[in-house]
């Protein structure tokens, strides 16, 4: 289906009226289990943490907003995804072979259509964190 019969398809028209003036948002929190292994994943990643408080919270600056990992129970994390937006669909390639190098998990990137054309690509950390990296084409 191309794009504008998808957006007939799956978008109200009109759009329903915001309830909040929201400007985006500006940062992730994921508790790690394992948390030394997480900043090495991490690291191996995105390089060091830009935001370093004490010695159990490290910050990476992505674009305009902030990963933030921080130490918890055993099992962390659960149920969590986290939508990395990124510049543009070779960022999303990237980004997944990085991510996978370091020893996530998740099938190669892809087109399809999710409110908009977009480039896709979902990697599960080695410790159950799911990333979704996301560009418009």
């Known amino acids: 289906m191309d794009y504008k019969e998808y957006r007939q398809k799956y978008f109200t028209d009109p759009a329903p009226e915001p ?16 948390y030394q292994a997480a900043l090495t994943y991490f690291t191996q990643v995105f390089g060091p943490p830009g ?4 010695e159990f919270t490290h910050g990476w600056l992505l674009g305009d907003t902030w990963l933030t990992v921080f130490p918890a129970k ?3 994390p659960s149920n969590v995804e986290v939508l990395l937006y990124l510049e543009n669909p070779g960022e999303v390639d990237r980004l997944h072979a990085a991510l996978i190098a370091a020893g996530g998990q998740g099938d ?3 087109d399809t259509l999710m409110y908009a054309p977009v480039r896709i690509g979902i990697v599960t950390d080695p410790f159950g964190g799911v990333f979704t990296l996301v560009a418009e084409k």
């Not at 929201?22 to 289990?33: H, I, L, M, N, Q």
């Not at 935001?51 to 004490?54: D, P």
């Open 108 to 110: 190669a990137p892809i």
């Open 51 to 54: 935001y370093v408080e004490g």
């Open 74 to 76: 055993d099992g962390a």
């Open 19 to 34: 309830r909040f003036a929201f400007r985006g948002t500006r940062g992730a929190a994921v508790y790690y289990g394992k």
